[in-house]
């Protein structure tokens, strides 16, 4: 299919014969993105996304919730794209898994925690330690790269801890960290919100303990649903991305009861998978590209 082969000329390295597709005009690749799954393993729809993407070679990364009782049955489905795209943990404090696993609590008491004092390091510590040894346990690797379920791997408390335990347990062969810095001029109160809640700290930490990490975030928005929408906010985040930026997705084949995004989930799987993206890609002369290849 269309986004399929663009894709994947894209991927092999070979630019100088890239031309618009309405235009004929030749385009020059300027930015890299990767652009990530988040939430492998929550549903099977999500999950189902994710896998569809990867084959289409559409994404370049994913992140696990290894909390969620999918997570070893989707490691192995995940297994026929080891090597084409970053896999990596998406940390997690606030999701209903967490919850039930016991150190979890909804959002805003977790903002409300890192604002007042942090959270207790030495628990966090332990607590990332348990999901890395249940992301390896199934995938049989170290993840890629490590994010986190709405940002909680900058709060305080928990960014040290994680800091402290990526330099223990993989020394100089750290994962790359995803920093929520948003990226673009027009920042709404979401995109200041997630910034402030640790952007700068976590990079500083980062430099000084030589992990390295991802500089801007793009795909931010209030998950509106509606039809043609996310079309437009994906050419404005491709517009305004640097180089080097992670575009996060959150794409699901169906949306399961409960979970509020739902349809947006749903809308941004039917956009990314179709010819459109493939041609916005074209248009903003992105390179689509892993971040371990990056950072």
């Known amino acids: 299919m269309e986004s399929e082969s663009v894709n994947e000329s894209r991927g092999q390295g070979g630019h100088e014969g890239l031309v618009h597709a309405v235009s004929g005009r030749p385009l020059e690749v300027e930015k890299r993105i990767v652009l990530c799954a988040d939430d492998y393993g929550m549903s099977a729809g999500v999950s189902d996304a994710v896998i569809q993407l990867g084959r289409q070679r559409v994404l370049n990364a994913t992140s696990a919730m290894v909390l969620a009782p999918r997570w070893p049955e989707d490691a192995r489905r995940l297994a026929e794209l080891r090597g084409s795209l970053d896999v990596g943990l998406h940390l997690d404090w606030t999701s209903a898994f967490a919850q039930t696993a016991g150190h979890g609590m909804a959002l805003g008491a977790a903002m409300r925690r890192a604002l007042l004092g942090g959270f207790d390091k030495r628990a966090a510590q332990g ?164 971040g371990s290849e990056v950072f």
């Open 127 to 290: 607590e990332i330690e348990r999901q890395l040894d249940a992301f390896e346990a199934a995938w049989a690797a170290p993840p890629d790269h490590i994010d986190g379920h709405q940002h909680v791997q900058q709060f305080a408390g928990i960014r040290q801890a994680l800091i402290e335990v990526l330099a223990r347990r993989y020394g100089a062969q750290s994962p790359w960290l995803r920093v929520s810095r948003p990226a673009g001029q027009r920042l709404g109160l979401k995109s200041k919100i997630i910034s402030a809640l640790g952007a700068n700290a976590l990079t500083a930490a980062s430099g000084r303990a030589g992990v390295p990490v991802s500089q801007a975030l793009s795909g931010i928005y209030g998950f509106d649903a509606k039809a043609g929408l996310y079309a437009r906010h994906m050419a404005q985040w491709l517009a305004e991305a640097p180089d080097g930026a992670v575009l996060m997705c959150h794409p699901s084949t169906e949306a399961e009861p409960g979970d509020e995004i739902g349809p947006a989930r749903v809308r941004e799987l039917e956009f990314l998978a179709s010819p459109a993206f493939a041609d916005q890609l074209q248009v903003a002369g992105i390179r689509l590209t892993r």
